[in-house]
């Protein structure tokens, strides 16, 4: 599974990603989160969720890979592996 931290974009980007994902038979998920900003309670839920619901392995990307993918991989961590914050 590929998780698209950037959501649902209309660009190019956006749209080779989605075709070579249906090329290839991987699953794109799309899960906005925003980069300038703390997540609230129910983003986190959400991101729990998500974590709950996909079919691993996973991956994770955002654009740069700083603010979104660092977030998530830290919630991955303590949410699914029980790593303390």
């Known amino acids: 599974t590929i998780v698209n ?13 989605r075709a ?3 090329r290839y038979g991987i699953k794109l998920v799309n899960f906005q989160v925003r980069s300038r900003a703390a997540p609230s ?6 991101a ?8 691993y392995p996973m991956l994770m990307h955002c654009k740069s890979g700083a603010d979104r993918a660092g977030l998530m991989s830290v919630l991955y961590a303590h949410l699914e592996q029980g790593v303390p914050m």
């Open 41 to 46: 309670r129910e983003e986190v839920r959400q």
């Open 5 to 17: 931290l950037r959501g649902e974009r209309l660009c190019g980007s956006y749209w080779l990603e």
């Open 48 to 55: 729990s969720e998500l974590f709950r619901a996909i079919e």
């Open 20 to 22: 070579a994902c249906e």
